[in-house]
């Protein structure tokens, strides 16, 4: 069965600095990867995703994230963190292990922004 | 174009009560699923609707749940009788497959809690 792991519960850096939010997958067969964001109070909105096309997928708001296979790996990295970056994140992924569509999520990593 | 939304945004219940979430897709989407989030666990697929058709509902808790997509657009996920480990946040997504690509489409959810 597929899954995914965040490593880190609560992520927090400083605004300015690099954001790194780290996600291992587990598939049997090549998976789609998702990176959604939740603000409080608000819905899940798409950051970005990986469809075996470019193993470096840009995303909204200055977001990125490296598909590595031999480690399956799909972190999600920014080079300056901004205060409206705080927020909550998922590593989700959807693949053809079950034949269903169902997306799997992470647990979630909570960034905070500190001034 | 008008996104995925939910009514009510919260709803606050006594046990044993009944409660209906209703879910409008993005128009023109076939697919609608189900998720939900209970406190501290990480969100969960439910059921998934290919139009008015239920194509998976291996997520679904017990037979207390009920959706429907009568007519193939907006869907109902009705709760009877409440019980207290059903509070958390249920989301609501859809999208449209065009070949194997496919991305969901989160509504902002509904924030149930059985009192």
């Known amino acids: 069965a597929q899954s995914v792991t965040q490593l880190d519960s609560h992520v927090s850096v400083s605004e300015g600095t690099p954001v790194l939010l780290r996600c291992n997958y587990s598939?049997?067969?090549?998976?789609?990867l998702f990176w959604y964001v939740q603000h409080p109070n608000k819905g899940l909105q798409l950051l970005l995703k990986?469809?075996?096309?470019?193993?470096l997928v840009k995303g909204i708001n200055g977001f990125e994230a490296e598909f590595k296979k031999s480690e399956t790996s799909f972190h999600l990295t920014k080079p300056s963190a901004h205060m409206s970056d705080a927020a909550e994140y998922f590593c989700?992924?959807?693949?053809?292990?079950?034949?269903?569509?169902?997306?799997?999520f992470g647990s979630g990593t909570r960034l905070q922004v500190q001034p | 174009e008008a996104g995925v939304t939910q009514f009510p945004s919260h709803s606050v219940i006594e046990k044993g009560q009944t409660v209906t979430l209703r879910c409008d897709p993005i128009?023109?989407?076939?697919?609608l699923y189900w998720y939900r989030r209970v406190m501290g666990k990480e969100i969960k697929f439910l059921l998934h609707?290919?139009?008015?058709?239920?194509?998976?509902e291996s997520g679904m808790p017990n037979n207390r749940f009920l959706a429907e997509r009568t007519g193939g657009t907006y869907s109902t996920l009705k709760v009877q009788p409440a019980e207290l480990e059903d509070s958390g946040v249920y989301f609501c997504?859809?999208?449209?497959?065009?070949?194997?690509?496919?991305?969901?489409?989160f509504g902002p959810g509904t924030r149930l809690l059985v009192l």
């Open positions: 997504a859809s999208s449209q497959v065009r070949g194997v690509q496919e991305t969901q489409y």
């Open positions: 598939s049997s067969y090549s998976p789609s």
């Open positions: 990986y469809t075996s096309a470019a193993t």
């Open positions: 989700v992924v959807s693949g053809p292990d079950t034949g269903r569509r169902a997306l799997t």
């Open positions: 128009s023109g989407h076939d697919n």
């Open positions: 609707f290919v139009k008015e058709s239920k194509q998976d």
